[in-house]
């Protein structure tokens, strides 16, 4: 049944493990799709233009800013970085998935641009000590190293009531498994419907 | 995680499988039960009270309409059925999600009795002609039989708008797979989750 795509926003804090669920997604998932931000950042080598990013002149960035050719942008230090329009929309009118990695800054822009195409999950780790575990990514990292990130962490994660579902990632396996269930169930909302059944239509017209 | 049950409404014109559906569902999810109906009609043998229906008199059972202990009521000829608020309230506060096997009408009353808890999934059948067939139940059935129960079936689609989602039931297996990705979601809303992950809660405090 012809649908439209939806756009799938995955944020969490780093160390709740969003990075392996979104790779498992795109592996088992061939309508899901990541999307490619533009950057006014050069490429590094390997990098591939229009499957890394999309890569852009400040001037250029700044005119499709002005243009609103971007869903949402941001400036990280002395780079730009946004999400292209274009694409997105192309994706969603052949009932393509697209999935945005972005942190909660990102997911606002976003909601704001496509209202309804939106889903929002929030992964969050399963507990205070877990997530303090998982930062401590090296044994010579310092107390105060950790404690940065903790921090950085909780004030991501005092965002997580602006996302429609909340998973908490206890295991890797079923955190993948929950976030199908919502991209599964989020395709059969009547509202992506494009393309019910002729004789439903024709009813739906007589009411 | 604990979190508040839902109420899970299947509708769908006779014919569309939903009856198999429900069955499916019920034997495979041990957090799902079917809601239990009051009826002023007398049991039948083997009927169970409290299994079955909860069996009360005319003048009980206009007593809890009048006391709003019912979420929707209707009369099929001569005969009143209802279901009881207490129970379904019971199982949503602790987490126990309820199906409920009704038509449009009781859709909608059980709608607005119950806002937010409610997911509505409408049934389709896959096409006019498969539906015709599935209602040519008995070889010697007449056209004017079988365009009556055409005609009903088509009532019934007309409503298929004021469902969440939408699945077209071309084969079974397919369909129940798909009403159980939409109960993993439901399960994962934000707003039923009442037991976030204690640090969570605090950083939501403190916001």
Chains 1, 2 share one sequence.
Not at 22 to 43: C, F, G, H, I, M
Not at 97 to 106: A, E, H, I, P, S
Not at 107 to 135: C, K, N, T, W
Request: glycine content about 6%; overall charge negative; proline content about 4%.
């Amino acid at each position: 049944m012809a649908r439209r795509g939806l756009m799938l926003v995955l944020s969490s804090p780093s160390g709740a493990g969003k990075t392996t669920i979104s790779r498992a997604l795109l592996e088992r998932d061939d309508n899901l799709s990541l999307s490619v931000s533009a950057t006014t950042r050069k490429p590094r080598p390997g990098e591939v233009e229009g499957r890394d990013y999309f890569f852009v002149s400040d001037g250029e960035f700044e005119r499709m800013v002005q243009a609103d050719e971007f869903l949402e942008h941001a400036d990280v230090f002395d780079h730009r970085y946004a999400t292209p329009r274009g694409p997105v929309e192309k994706a969603l009118s052949e009932g393509r998935d697209v999935l945005f990695d972005v942190d909660w800054q990102g997911a606002q822009q976003l909601r704001h641009a496509a209202r309804d195409d939106l889903v929002g999950v929030f992964i969050l780790p399963p507990s205070h000590d877990e997530l303090e575990r998982r930062l401590h990514t090296r044994a010579q990292d310092s107390e105060e190293v950790v404690r940065g990130r903790m921090a950085k962490a909780a004030s991501e994660m005092s965002h997580w009531s602006d996302y429609d579902y909340i998973v908490v990632n206890r295991e890797i396996e079923e955190s993948v498994a929950a976030v199908q269930a919502i991209l599964a169930a989020e395709r059969l909302r009547r509202e992506r419907q494009l393309d019910l059944p002729g004789f439903v239509t024709h009813l739906c017209a007589g009411n």
